[in-house]
């Protein structure tokens, strides 16, 4: 399913900002590997599902970590969290309603969040509808809305239906070869999304419109006066800045997290393998750490799991991480944020060359090392080629990053590659002063 898209998460110019913002630091937090609620292998009658959580695990996590003592209110957070679609039920009915049971749930992928702006086609919408009239009726019949919509959609798609026909042929093929827990759940996230995208009018919307229309429309009074909206806006970004929001307690724990993690690489502490070069003569710390290194220590390869970013800012990890991505024939990903970096730090006087230089080889038509994004990107970069700024390339750097961290990065780490690095990786012994 290709639908074009534009990803404003890093800039507040649509309604709700903010409040989707907040959502997702709460999805984010029920991630966390270590704080975040337990993922593990569920049981649906005879398929099971991976990385599933209950509403049960749900509910009692909200009650623990945001200080939550009454149910009733813990049970409506998550049930409209569950309908924005950050997580969704793995069932056929796709219930957005969470109660405290046994129900398995799983989060669904951030490349779907309402937040990054979805424009989802009407052809998108009629392959998905007409796939499923290919489908078992008794697991995938369409309601009598659906089906209205479906003979809406094709008689204004007359022109291409042959081509939207052929796509839920290929669709529907694909998805045979597929395991039944792997089928169970790209259903179930699949009708999460366009729930969220087309909400048709029976049934229940946290907006009571439809998410996306509501997200996206702008107030016309705003265009009479805009100085004035953007000191408003400038005073209410100042605000929230300035908002301490988060319990000393909390703060305390995060960082004392945070320090047991990195104790080891900071030298004040006396971690400084094999001696520390500002109280002794031994300078071998400085040539273990250089940029780039032949063998560099284990300590330094187990910091590049930590994060993508860690390994991104490590030239060692960088050029470890090249020669995966250059096996996987995915390079142009990475050279292209590396170049996307470099035009940060250009003289002003090259930055026009530079720029025109990156979207020869990684945008242009013709461009040899093309990389993924959209045509609403695309299309903005085109239009500020001729008097480009550093920031150009932003929104397609994010995006690239993004999906690099998603795929290659996380293929990375459970490569022989890796484990190879692991193994040869030196520990230097310590020294006596």
Known sequence: MEISHNHLLSKPSYPRYFAFQKMENVIKAMQHRQT???????????????????????????????GIDDIDEALHLATLLCRF??????????????????????????????????????TDYAIYLLKRTMRNQEKH????????????L???????????KMQADYQIK????????????????????????RSINESSSVLEEDIRVSMMQENPKFSKKDEFIR?????????????????SSQALQSLCAYSEIYNEYDGFFGHCQPSNPWISDDTT?????????????QLRVKKWLFSFRDLLSDPTGVREFMKFCELEFSVENLKFYLACQAVRRVPTSELLLLVHKIYKEHLSPEAGAEVNINDTIRNKITKSLDNPSRDIFYEAEKHIFELMKKNSYSRFEQSEIYRNLIEKATIPAPKKR
């Open 36 to 66: 975040g609620i337990a993922l593990k292998s569920q049981k649906l009658f005879l398929t099971t599902i991976s990385n599933a959580f209950t509403g049960e695990d749900l509910i009692d996590w909200l009650e623990k970590n945001l």
């Open 85 to 122: 679609g950050y997580f969704f039920q793995v069932t056929e009915n796709g219930s957005t309603s969470v109660k405290e049971d046994s129900e398995l749930y799983r989060f669904q992928s951030p490349y779907f969040w309402i937040s990054t702006n979805w424009n989802a086609g009407q």
């Open 141 to 152: 019949a369409l309601n009598d809305s659906e089906i209205s919509i479906l003979e809406d």
């Open 154 to 164: 094709r008689k204004k798609l007359a022109h291409q239906w042959d081509f939207v």
């Open 174 to 197: 694909v998805l045979k070869d597929r395991k039944k827990a792997e089928k169970t759940f790209l259903d179930s996230q699949e009708k999460a999304f366009w729930k969220n995208m």
């Open 231 to 247: 000191k408003k806006i400038h005073f209410f970004e100042q605000s929230l800045k300035n908002r301490v929001r988060t319990k």
């Open 285 to 297: 710390m400085w040539e273990i750490s250089a940029p780039l290194v032949d063998q560099p220590t």
